[in-house]
């Protein structure tokens, strides 16, 4: 009788879905995506195929978030990357695949502890592992027609994008096709990075199942499938843990290195001029001699040309500044971007000068 009930349940699990998934799949089908091919969609198949193998799922859950990113912003719709934040469902049970966000918060926003929520107006695009039997029977012709590879015993993708609704429902619709070359871009990287995360024992507390990781992050080349390359056929993706990280690339790589080193993202560094203003040397802007800069005379009017004496500043103001601030339209423009430069050739002595007095 348990045995029954077990086999009972579990059969209601894969037809019903449960776990930290959304449900069953929507039942789309790949073939009424516009514009695709049936040897992209085969690709797509061997791709998904080759990340089952590797079983992400044995050490991953809904809470380790990696950030991907694809080429150039440039080459996607919107100069911005799809979904570039993915997460793995089904390690703990239920339904196995992976969900794809459109930014680590959303990411952050439907991770519950035990479920996935359902937070209005988030789309995320969702990659499901199913059992043939039951799949809708336009997938499963496509699967025949097509000799779809399988992944693992019995299981083949379903792909869809969900968007959660403001009164709690979900609304499907077929992935585009540029939105599948990303997916496909990303389950080739993600096999081949993902066993290279190291444990980190510590980082976690002693009272919590959840293993914790290095922050990591690698870059490797995917060979796109002849059907779908625009000119390059190798394209770099970038993978990191948590979302977010940055390189720290070494002086002597090139453009074509591929930087392997982990780094927190760079803080910006502030210098105050103004309090070493009085050390710094200016020159006059008419006898040319340096004077230090509390000692100086500014122009009242352009604020960017000082002078040592007043007899310096009211001679030139007579000779050449006078005329030069009384210009119009282009003249006045290239006069004062000259004024600039030489404010901002003010601020390079400036920071240098303090940075010798630091150190």
Not at 39 to 66: C, E, M, N, V
Not at 156 to 180: K, Q, S
Not at 199 to 221: G, H
Request: aromatic share 10%; glycine share 8%.
């Amino acid at each position: 009788m348990d045995l029954h009930l077990k086999n009972l349940f579990a059969r209601f699990r894969e037809q019903f879905g449960s776990g930290p998934g959304l449900g069953p799949g929507s039942g789309t089908c790949l073939m009424k995506v516009e514009g695709i091919a049936p040897a992209f969609i085969k690709s797509l198949f061997r791709a998904s195929a080759a990340l089952y193998r590797t079983d992400p799922w044995k050490r991953l859950r809904p809470g380790h978030l990696f950030g991907v990113r694809v080429g150039k912003d440039s080459e996607w719709s919107g100069k911005k990357q799809p979904f570039p934040c993915i997460q793995f469902i089904g390690g703990d049970g239920g339904d196995v695949g992976f969900h794809m966000f459109r930014s680590d918060i959303d990411a952050q926003r439907m991770t519950g502890s035990r479920e996935t929520i359902r937070f209005p107006n988030v789309e995320l695009l969702r990659v499901t592992y199913e059992p043939e039997s039951l799949m809708l029977p336009s997938n499963k012709r496509m699967i025949r027609s097509l000799s779809l590879e399988v992944s693992g015993t019995d299981r083949y993708p379903v792909i869809d994008v969900a968007r959660c609704m403001p009164e709690g429902g979900l609304l499907f619709r077929n992935p585009t096709l540029e939105e599948l070359r990303f997916v496909y871009a990303v389950m080739r990287a993600i096999s081949v990075v993902h066993p290279l995360l190291q444990q980190d024992s510590d980082a976690a507390p002693k009272w919590s199942r959840l293993m914790c990781f290095e922050p990591f992050i690698e870059t490797v080349d995917v060979q796109w499938s002849p059907e779908i390359a625009k000119g390059n056929d190798l394209v770099a993706v970038t993978v990191s843990h948590p979302p977010g990280q940055a390189y720290d690339e070494k002086s002597s790589s090139t453009a074509s290195s591929t930087p392997t080193k982990y780094a927190e993202p760079p803080k910006e560094v502030f210098f105050d001029a103004k309090g070493n203003y009085s050390t710094v040397l200016r020159q006059c802007a008419m006898c040319e001699k340096e004077v230090q800069g509390d000692k100086s005379l500014c122009c009242g009017r352009c604020r960017a040309v000082v002078y040592c004496s007043s007899i310096c500043q009211q001679q030139q103001w007579k000779e050449t500044h006078k005329t030069n601030q009384l210009l119009d339209g282009d003249a006045y423009e290239c006069y004062y971007e000259n004024c600039e430069l030489q404010a901002i050739s003010f601020l390079a002595r400036a920071k240098l000068e303090f940075s010798i007095c630091i150190y």
